[in-house]
């Protein structure tokens, strides 16, 4: 299966550390990519592969992986990270090349 | 710089036809993979296919397949999604975007159109 599995809503108090999580067999075999998407905005990359941040993004975003499960942590958050975040993987057959995560909505307190 | 372009918002009426572009500038246009995801109107994203422009080579999610064509015209570096038979629940944001490197399907997207606002209502 290429499905990918999040938590629906998370949040998390001003400053304090948050974790949101993408299962999925295809993470096995795969990194995830993570986007960030406010309100009436386009997705943003935010982090992606092994320990790759694009420019511009700021340091207290980070990914990790183990197993079938990859990680967003967001360390001391901010009002600004409020956002749906989305998980995306390549897909484990020739049929689904790719696939996103239902999304988890963050909100900073 | 890397731009993706999409054109404006469409208001159609079922079963009419609908084309909408992402016009792409700032790069080799031949050498990246560009997708095109929906997103129906407070929901997720979900990937639509995906359309490598050297060779028109393509790869629609099922749930798309026979729904939607993808193609790209490299003389104006152009991609395009459409449409022949419109349906209600078509209704939605697309967007387009394209990967972080050239030539590989990786799973990361850094560069992403402002989206297309497809409105489907009799």
């Known amino acids: 299966s290429s499905e990918l599995t999040q938590e629906s809503d998370v949040s998390v108090a001003l400053g304090q550390t948050v974790r949101i999580t993408c299962q999925g067999d295809s993470l096995r075999n795969f990194y995830a990519s993570w986007y960030q998407q406010k309100p009436g905005q386009a997705p943003l990359l935010v982090f992606y592969g092994k320990e790759s941040r694009p420019s511009g993004i700021p340091g207290r975003f980070s990914g990790s992986r183990s197993g079938n499960t990859a990680s967003l942590s967001i360390t001391g958050a901010q009002a600004e990270d409020e956002a749906v975040y989305y998980c995306?993987?390549?897909?484990?057959?020739?049929?689904?090349?790719?696939?996103f995560g239902g999304g988890t909505r963050l909100t900073v307190l | 710089e890397v731009q993706l372009v999409q054109s404006g918002a469409e208001v159609k009426k079922p079963g009419q036809s609908l084309k909408i572009s992402c016009r792409t500038s700032g790069y080799n246009f031949t050498n990246y993979w560009i997708g095109w995801v929906r997103q129906m109107p407070g929901k997720g994203l979900e990937w639509v296919g995906i359309?490598?422009?050297?060779?028109?080579?393509?790869n629609y999610s099922p749930a798309f397949e026979g729904q939607v064509t993808m193609s790209a015209d490299k003389s104006i570096t152009t991609a395009y999604l459409q449409w022949s038979t419109l349906k209600a629940s078509d209704t939605a944001i697309y967007y387009c975007t394209r990967t972080r490197t050239a030539g590989e399907l990786g799973s990361a997207w850094n560069h992403w159109g402002q989206g297309t606002l497809v409105t489907v209502s009799s």
């Open positions: 359309i490598y422009p050297g060779d028109s080579d393509t």
């Open positions: 995306n993987c390549r897909g484990n057959t020739a049929l689904e090349l790719l696939v």
